[in-house]
């Protein structure tokens, strides 16, 4: 029986940067469904690294799925499956390159800016003297004020969406002060919250929507404290047409961004039904009944299915380097 290590890092509530971490019941499924069809390993990522590195190098799986977040800065989630190609271990979802990528919303948006995806108007802003340079700039407001590098919407409240110059000074001071890095202005897009599951070897899944009963956004507070209040369902009263722009643009940037293994992409639905690209989540949830799970279930693809077919097409695709440094499967 082959050797699944679960690499994982823990959501106890101790803090708001765990929001990003996964909860013991997102865990314990994993555990549940690995064990299923292979040996499970759970490894837990704390931040005594040579401990969990040594268990991983001792246990030597077959490989690695990988859920990690990571604890601090903008290349956090691509620490984990750079560590595992230098340890020469296979893993499942993203390879560093595309989590360093996706992690960077202004990057992104950069990189898909030519190629036909509809994208809101964006800046991406290191301090106050950088706002000052748009200031003659047509700025598309109303505006919403979201971190560069950081995810689960940590840093965005009900302040977030801002209509004019005092309101956005504000804002950007504000978030500045206690998160000290990046941030992205983004033009807000009224309309409907759509998400789309891309898993290799599968292809596109979904949609799925979310549905913010007493909110503009799906902010922090939602995401952190008040989770229970938010609805993810398969949305009604959506045109083929707009489904087959959801399954084209999908695809067409998973290919574009070369993702390895899964990713999730976010979109917002405008009244006019044009579809404007928000993000790409590279390393994903897999809650139970989180957005990712439930668009594969769309389709007929229940949590076992989508944990077993990971594992077992990066079993198949990714590649180790041999002592001799030759590429072999």
Not at 119 to 134: D, F, H, I
Request: proline share 5%.
């Amino acid at each position: 029986m082959k050797k699944v290590a679960l690499a994982y890092n823990l959501n106890r509530g101790q803090s708001e940067h765990e929001v990003e971490f996964d909860s013991q019941i997102t865990i314990d499924q994993l555990t549940k469904s690995i064990d299923k069809k292979y040996q499970c390993i759970p490894v837990e990522c704390t931040e005594n690294m040579p401990e969990w590195i040594r268990k991983l190098i001792k246990e030597n799986p077959d490989i690695i799925f990988n859920v990690a977040e990571g604890f601090r800065g903008a290349a956090r989630e691509a620490f984990y499956p750079a560590l595992f190609e230098q340890l020469n271990l296979k893993y499942t979802g993203p390879g560093p390159t595309e989590l360093l990528v996706t992690h960077n919303k202004g990057l992104t948006k950069k990189l898909l800016e030519r190629h036909e995806v509809l994208l809101p108007w964006s800046s991406v802003l290191k301090s106050g003297n950088e706002l000052k340079s748009l200031e003659h700039e047509n700025i598309p407001f109303p505006l919403i004020v979201k971190l560069n590098t950081e995810g689960s919407s940590l840093g965005m409240d009900e302040n977030c969406i801002v209509s004019d110059w005092e309101a956005l000074n504000s804002q950007l001071q504000k978030v500045w002060s206690k998160f000290k890095t990046n941030v992205i202005i983004e033009q807000y897009i009224p309309g409907r919250d759509l998400s789309m599951t891309y898993v290799e070897g599968i292809g596109s899944l979904g949609p799925v929507e979310y549905i913010c009963p007493n909110s503009e956004i799906y902010d922090f507070r939602l995401k952190g404290v008040d989770n229970n209040t938010i609805d993810v369902i398969s949305p009604i009263n959506i045109s083929q047409d707009v489904r087959n722009v959801l399954f084209e643009t999908t695809e067409k940037i998973a290919k574009l961004l070369d993702v390895n293994g899964y990713c999730r992409i976010d979109y917002r639905l405008d009244p006019q039904n044009k579809l404007h690209f928000l993000e790409v989540n590279g390393q994903v949830s897999f809650h139970p009944i989180g957005a990712f799970v439930l668009a594969g279930k769309e389709h007929g693809y229940e949590f076992d299915d989508i944990v077993h077919h990971i594992i077992d097409f990066a079993i198949k695709t990714r590649r180790r380097i041999s002592r001799t440094g030759i590429i072999s499967l």
